[in-house]
Antibody, heavy 125, light 109 residues
Framework: QVQLMESGGGLVKPGESLRLSCEVS????????MNWIRQAPGKGLEWISY????????FYADSVKGRFTVSRDNGKNSLFLQMNSLKADDTAVYYC??????????????????WGQGALVTVSS | SYVLSQAPSVSTAPGQTARITCGGD??????VHWYQQRPGQAPVLVLY???DRPSGIPERFSGSNFENTATLTISRVEAGDEADYYC????????????FGGGTKLTVL
């Protein structure tokens, strides 16, 4: 049974940092590409980061590029999101999400097949 | 970056068919994926690659994608289908990024 469990959320002040963790079970993290996706209160879903199985390839949304860093420790079945210079707009539930996808004819697609329950991050003075 | 457009809300009576659309420029050449999010819960994948269902998703959920509109169709709608539904693509034209539509709230009357 695939399980993803986020931790590390909480209340921080603007400009501060926070590190989210995601511990997974029921599948091989070392074979899996992963994502972080967030949802502001009462709003829609926003993809923010992707990391390949080895960690060698990472993509970020423009809204977090240069402030957030995704990493992983396959030996500990864990994914991380280091969030620096936090702003009020970063207030959201952050989901750790397992990726599926493929490339065909030079074009690639990815979708999000398993989600954690989310960790709430609140940025407020 | 690529933009996906969804109507904010759709209403359907139990037993009827609900159609939730997702608009995008020439979206028909992209693979579209759909998620269901019930209140207070994490999203769940209900369709991938336009019309494929993950294990455990009822056959009542189907999809199509042509020209500028992708459609999620829910047949024989049940009260438990009431949720927010999001479409999603992977955009490779403006860098590599996931893109979601704004979501559609399905109300079962």
């Amino acid at each position: 049974q695939v399980q993803l469990m986020e931790s590390g959320g909480g209340l921080v002040k603007p400009g501060e940092s926070l590190r989210l963790s995601c511990e997974v079970s029921g599948f091989s993290l070392s074979d899996s590409y992963m994502n972080w996706i967030r949802q502001a209160p009462g709003k829609g879903l926003e993809w923010i980061s992707y990391i390949s199985s080895s960690g060698s390839t990472r993509f970020y949304a423009d809204s977090v590029k240069g402030r957030f860093t995704v990493s992983r420790d396959n030996g500990k079945n864990s994914l991380f999101l280091q969030m620096n210079s936090l702003k009020a707009d970063d207030t959201a539930v952050y989901y750790c999400v397992k990726n599926s996808g493929y490339c065909h004819g030079g074009s690639c697609t990815n979708w999000f097949d398993s989600w954690g329950q989310g960790a709430l991050v609140t940025v407020s003075s | 970056s690529y933009v996906l457009s969804q109507a904010p809300s759709v209403s359907t009576a139990p037993g009827q068919t609900a159609r939730i659309t997702c608009g995008g420029d020439n979206i028909g050449i992209k693979a579209v994926h759909w998620y269901q999010q019930r209140p207070g819960q994490a999203p769940v994948l209900v369709l991938y690659d336009d019309s494929d269902r993950p294990s455990g998703i009822p056959e009542r959920f189907s999809g199509s994608n042509f020209e500028n509109t992708a459609t999620l169709t829910i047949s024989r709608v049940e009260a438990g289908d009431e949720a927010d539904y999001y479409c999603q693509v992977w955009d490779t034209d403006s860098g590599q990024q996931g893109v979601f539509g704004g979501g559609t709230k399905l109300t079962v009357l």
